[in-house]
């Protein structure tokens, strides 16, 4: 069934590439990209957290395209980021496509189809929300912060989109290898040396870095990624509806001294599967997704509470949108398989009640309370309670450019 699905893809990024062999003007770059920065005041419960902050997060988009002769589209992008209070611009996504009448193709880093095809709760403001927001104020995450699917992450991949017919659309996407990052005792790397950087979003608590990865990691391999979505109109009410689905082959847990492979101590391989909708009438947008897995990779690579857990997921939210104002309120509840042994589960609740002005072309203000609690079985301790809660009230200012 793989061979068959790499070989069709294969053969339909060759058609759309047929007849093209000249182009009618180079490639040319433009840049564009985001700043948001945001003031929050909060009550946390960890312990040694601050009253008050100031958060950034920006984005370099470089990007470009030529159309050739035959009418075929041929581009690439490169997306730099600057993590949340970090201070230096790092490799985020860097990917090829090529677009014709037969649908769309991408190789490179880059978000699956299943990702980038599915619909969740709509954001009351831009900077933040409930699904991957772009800044969230709580110390501590127990669980995913997204009811998509992100089992490749940013990992190199091919990915096929279908043209869009009579309003529905199709995409797979294959990953060869999304290797988690480093940790200690795990071939002698240093927590995250190298090969990724924490993220929430992702379930496995990990995102691959930019560039060559390690295939002894005991990641997931061969990842199929499939998403699926309809955009269409009945009786004046936008309809947007998704479902995704993505399977993974476990890797070796790692190497002995001797070079010799280490079997995975996950007994199975990682499913997981996505449903969304979100519905627009009048200015408002009522939408939501829920998302459910088994057998995902959590933890950092080389630990003893490294195994295979189940993952549920859902949020729903409702915006009201009338000339430059934007407000909402949106809900998500995440829960996720605790460590062996445990009773009950991690569980992340997140509310964000937002309003947004736009100022003028790429420049908007906006002002969310947010409250998200996080809970793991057990009492906790002192340094790390078993439960946390955060109350934020953050002043945001957002330009695109």
């Known amino acids: 069934m793989k061979t068959f ?36 005041i909060n009550d946390d419960d960890a312990p040694g957290t601050g009253n008050s902050q100031v958060k950034q997060d920006v984005e370099i988009d470089i990007n470009g395209s030529t159309v050739l002769d035959s009418g075929v589209t041929v581009g690439a992008q490169v997306e730099f980021k600057e993590q949340v209070g ?9 990917f090829a496509y090529v677009e014709g009448g037969m649908g769309r193709g991408e190789i490179g880093s880059t978000d699956s189809a299943a990702f980038k095809m599915g619909y969740t709760a709509p954001a009351p403001t831009n900077a933040h929300g409930v699904d991957t927001p772009i800044f969230w104020h709580i110390s501590r995450f127990s669980a995913r912060t997204t009811a998509r699917i ?20 199709l995409g797979m996407s294959y990953t ?22 924490p993220e929430p979003s992702t ?21 199929l990624e499939f998403g699926g979505n309809y955009v269409g109109e009945f009786s004046n009410v936008g309809i947007k509806l998704s479902a995704g689905y993505a399977v993974g082959n476990q890797e070796s847990f790692g190497l002995t001294p001797r070079g010799v492979g280490i079997s995975n101590p996950i007994s199975g391989d990682p499913e997981a599967w996505h449903f ?30 490294r195994q295979g857990r189940d993952e549920e997921a859902w ?58 609690k996080d809970q793991v079985p057990g009492g906790g301790t002192p340094i790390a309670p078993g439960k946390i809660e955060d109350k934020a009230v953050a002043l945001t200012l957002m330009l695109d450019f």
């Not at 970090?86 to 860097?94: I, P």
């Not at 995250?192 to 950087?197: Q, S, V, W, Y």
């Not at 627009?280 to 990779?297: F, I, K, N």
Request: aromatic share 10%; net charge negative.
């Open 5 to 40: 699905l790499y070989g069709t893809t294969a053969l339909v990024a060759t058609g759309m590439m047929v007849g093209a062999a000249f182009a009618a003007d180079p490639i040319s770059m433009k840049i564009n990209g985001f700043y948001d920065a945001t003031l929050i």
């Open 86 to 94: 970090g201070s230096a611009l790092g490799n985020e996504e860097a």
């Open 150 to 169: 992100k089992m490749s992450g940013d990992a190199n991949k091919v990915t096929y989109f279908t043209p869009r017919m009579t309003g529905f659309q």
């Open 176 to 197: 060869p290898s999304n290797d988690g990052a480093g940790a200690a005792g795990t071939l002698g790397l240093a927590p995250g040396a190298g090969l990724g950087n």
């Open 203 to 223: 379930g496995s608590g990990w995102v691959n870095a930019f560039g060559v990865r390690s295939d002894a990691a005991g990641g997931v391999e061969n990842i």
């Open 276 to 305: 969304g909708a979100n519905f627009t009438s009048m200015g408002w947008t009522l939408g939501g997704a829920y998302y459910g897995s088994q057998d995902l990779v959590v933890g950092a690579p080389g630990t003893i509470a």
């Open 315 to 372: 949020n729903i939210g409702v915006t009201y949108a009338a000339g430059p104002w934007q407000a909402g309120v949106a809900y998500m509840n995440s829960e996720q398989e605790s460590t062996p042994g445990a009773r009950g589960k991690n569980e992340l609740k997140l509310v964000d009640v937002g309003a947004q002005y736009k100022l003028g072309p790429g420049v908007a203000i906006s002002s969310d309370f947010t409250f998200s």
